[in-house]
């Protein structure tokens, strides 16, 4: 399975460098930004697993971005681990207000920092090694998938939208948002393109009875269901 992908965004350069070479030894992919404006392009480029972000940025504030990504639904459920300098109540409140799941206060010490971060994916379900729906597993860390047992074959894109389904099931998702959560709001790509790999999927899984799973809500999107 690929690492968990964390965002830094810190505007001082020894601090992010700490940072980043902190996550790498504890085996995270880092992607770094120096202020919002470059977050955001790497949060559209690709949804990190887990933000940490700090308080105090030259031009938008962290806490901004906070409540921006809480409002949107591509970065609603990303956890936001925020980084400060204040220690006071206040601050702790309101950042835990906007959304943020958890703070550290500077300055602190990488075993604390990758030990929060842990924690914090595992509180969001991110590091479930097996995922189950019905008679489906999806094992995140084998990269594996089988139905009753025996193995379901299935392309890359497949996979992930596999992933993603099973992560989020019962739920409606449009086109649009398929194609933000698993190919990423910075692909250029089509709606139709869900449609042809949702078809791969489900015959994928015809093979193994499983394609009831997939169900299409018309005039809305698709949902994953173990219910008919
Ligand atoms: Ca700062």
Redesign the pocket.
């Known amino acids: 399975m690929p690492a968990n992908d964390i965002l830094i965004v ?3 350069p020894a601090i992010r460098a700490m940072v980043a070479m902190a996550l790498e030894r504890a085996d995270f992919a880092v992607r770094e930004a120096g202020d919002v404006p470059a977050a955001e392009r790497a949060i559209a480029d690709r949804r990190p697993d887990l933000i940490l972000l ?4 030259p031009g938008t504030s962290g806490i901004e971005l906070a409540r921006r990504l809480r409002r949107d639904e591509y970065t609603r459920d990303v956890p936001i681990l925020m980084l400060t300098a204040r220690a006071e109540e206040d601050d702790r409140v309101r950042g835990l207000d906007v959304g943020c799941d958890d703070y550290l206060t500077k300055p602190f010490s990488p075993r604390e920092l990758v030990a929060r971060i842990k924690a914090l994916l595992r509180r969001s379900g991110q590091d479930d090694a097996t995922l189950v729906v019905g008679s489906l597993r999806l094992d995140t860390l084998a990269h594996r998938v089988s139905a009753n047992g025996a193995p379901v074959e299935l392309g890359p894109t497949e996979y992930r939208l596999l992933h993603f389904f099973m992560a989020h099931p019962e739920r409606v998702y449009s086109r649009a948002q398929l194609l933000d959560m698993v190919w990423g709001r910075g692909a250029y790509v089509e709606e139709r393109t869900v449609d042809v790999h949702i078809r791969r999927l489900r015959k994928a899984l015809e093979t193994h009875q499983c394609d009831h799973l997939v169900q299409t809500v018309r005039g809305a999107g698709y949902r994953f269901s173990a219910q008919a």
């Open positions: 810190e505007d001082e700090d308080w105090m940025l």
